[in-house]
């Protein structure tokens, strides 16, 4: 079965299409994922968690073990794995209302207990799969389905951001944030999503990489000012880099 | 023959998951289960084993649902507020068929209620406490050495099906010292679980999921679910009975109740009222027929438990217009005594005569 031929498509991604929409975020995640578990040589060993959310169906797309979990419970279902499964690599995926809003006692804790798991966050600012309601990300001012005014600090709260959130608590590993915002953000982006793998294979514990990304359907824009959202709008709210590395926090 | 050992209820079910070859445990600190999670909290990580405690019962059913799905035993505990937290995660483990335990030491309610013995979650428990059309095997001890005794089965029934399944009883149990026989070890293996997502080394890759959006293929999963609930009530059907040969007035009752009818019919018994007591011991499957064949032969059948009236419906639904069915229940955390059941079975008996 294992070919050794270089294939343009990661050995780790099926060649199913995928359902994203045109500029979506998730498609390019994935491939880095598939890129970089194919780099590692661990694809036997790896083991996804989906969310509930667009990425629900990311198992159609990576040839390795993956496994659903309920709305938000993704990070509690990788702690049931990895724990009887220390030898694995075990990595979750979630959307800012997986993450952030409903799953936020799971990824808290997860992170708390310094689990040695995986953990990459897509922050599109907004509920996806549900039709464009307002998420924890959502910026404010930003209209959406449930926030047709735009995002009103009064009532609704300012943006959660992750990264310092997670950052006030001493043992993860490793915090960071990039943006797809353009070839150089991705490459940034499939860098730190090795880290923390690399961190994880190593025992280092929990690792945690939020990707800012466009989602051109309710960020309502064309795929190009996706991009430019993501960029600009968002970056200026979630700011982009190195919270903590090798265990230690990073002074802003 | 095992040792013989004096043990709480809670522990029981404890040192009974620890000789199933249980894995991994989470748990949330909840009244009157407490000793359980203290107990796995002191003998799992002793053997090598998963214990955490989770942020809720909620991340607790979904570490389980982890574990399970890694292909290894799992195992949570909770009683009824931490249990209709864990319903989306049973109902989610029913729908992806995982193997999992669940055990609900149950307290008096609705709402935060009391920390007394209670069986109101009878219905939450048999008729599928979250949502979809699933059902997870019940398994209710009436002591602890079945507190034990049950655990250890409850692994084996959810490995063999692919299936959540429920211990359920009851603060009183839970908490209650009594002498029980340990099952000698070594728990017979676990089956293969070529399923598990355990990383696809030399084999495609395998998906845990219970989401099915292509039109039809939920529908086959249920058809699938259906036909296994028809093999697990075909075959997993458990009760007891006592004295039921001659009886007239038969009493029906689980868990702590079938404690307390049993020493009411032999108060009866020896006060010439010819009383018997079934059991169910499996609470689903619902051992139907056997209740059905002995109501044919009673005068009266008269239900004792913990709650407003629900094991009672099962009960009319088994037997139907053949026989009168009464109940003698206690709610919000109160046990009937002893005195009170044989009271309503001297009534019961005058009235028929
Ligand atoms: C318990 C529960 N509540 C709500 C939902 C409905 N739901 C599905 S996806 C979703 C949010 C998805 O948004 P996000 O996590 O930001 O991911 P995205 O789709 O944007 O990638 C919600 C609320 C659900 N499936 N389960
Ligand atoms: S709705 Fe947004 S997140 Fe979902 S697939 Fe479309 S672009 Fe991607």
Redesign the interface.
Known sequence: ?EEKAIYSRPDSLTDRPMHYCPGCGHGTVHKLIAEVVDEMGI?????G?APVGCA??A?FY?????????HG?TP??????????PD?LVFSYQGDGDLAAIGM??T??AAN?GENISVVFINNAVYGMTGGQMAPTTLTGQKTATSPGGRLVETMGPPVKMCELLNTLDRPYHIERVALDGPAGVRKARKAIRTIFEAQRDGKGYGFVEVLSPCPTYQRCTPVESLKFVGNDMAATFPLGLFRRGGERIDA | MGDRVLMTGNDAVGEGAVRAGCDAYYGYPITPQNELTAYMALHMPAKGRVFIQAESEVAAINMVFGTAAAGKRAMTSSSSPGISLKQEGISFLAGAELPAVIVNVQRGGPGLGNISPSQADYFQAVKGGGHGDYHQIVLAPDSVQEMHDLTILAFELADRYRTPVMVLTDGRLGQMMEPLVLSEGPAPAPPDKPWAINGAAGREPNLIRSLYLVEGELEQLNIRLQKKYARISESEKRWEERDTGDCDILLVAYGTSARIAKGAAAEARAAGIRAGVFRPVSLWPFPGERLRELASQARRILVVEMSAGQLIEDVRLSVGERVPVDLEGRMGGGIPSVSDVLARLRALDTEGR
């Open positions: 079965m694809r036997e060993k790896t083991i968690i629900v169906l198992y990576m040839r390795f073990d993956v496994m659903e979990a309920a419970r509690a279902v990788a702690t049931g794995v990895k724990r009887v499964l694995k006692a799971e808290i804790h207990r």
